[in-house]
Nanobody
C-alpha cells in the first residue's frame, strides 16, 4: 500500500470550494496527529491544519475560519474542506503526520489552483 495518497485538487475561482482527501496506510494513520501541508511556488512547505486522534483541530492563521480538517478512523483517511478560497491558497497540498512529518513518506500531493 502506498503510504499517503492525496486527491481532490483542481482549478477553482476565488471564493469557491474544494475538498481534499488523503488515503493513509494504517501504520501512518492510527494513533497519529495528521495534518495537511501546502507548498506554493518558491516557498517552503507549511502546515495549514492538523487533527488529533480525538478530533481536536488546529489551523494556521491564514486558513482559520475557511478550512476544516477531519479524519475517518475507519477509512484511515484525512479530509480538508476548503471554502472561500483565495489566490494565495494556490499550492500543492500534502498530508502527513503533524507537526513533524514523516519525510520519507511524502506523497505526490494534489494541486490546487485558485484563479482571481
Amino acid at each position: 500500500q502506498v503510504p499517503l495518497v492525496e486527491s481532490g485538487g483542481g482549478l477553482v475561482q476565488a471564493g469557491g470550494s474544494l475538498t481534499l482527501s488523503c488515503a493513509a496506510s494504517a501504520r501512518i494513520f492510527r494513533g497519529s496527529v495528521m495534518g495537511w501541508y501546502r507548498q506554493a511556488p518558491g516557498k517552503q512547505r507549511e502546515l495549514v491544519a492538523s487533527v488529533m486522534n480525538d478530533g481536536r483541530t488546529n489551523y494556521a492563521g491564514a486558513v482559520q475560519g475557511r478550512f476544516t480538517i477531519s479524519r475517518d478512523s475507519v477509512m484511515n483517511a484525512v479530509y480538508l474542506q476548503m471554502n472561500n478560497l483565495k489566490a494565495e491558497d494556490t499550492a500543492v497540498y500534502y498530508c502527513n503526520q503533524a507537526p513533524v512529518p514523516l519525510k520519507a513518506y511524502w506523497g505526490q500531493g494534489t494541486q490546487v489552483m485558485v484563479s482571481s
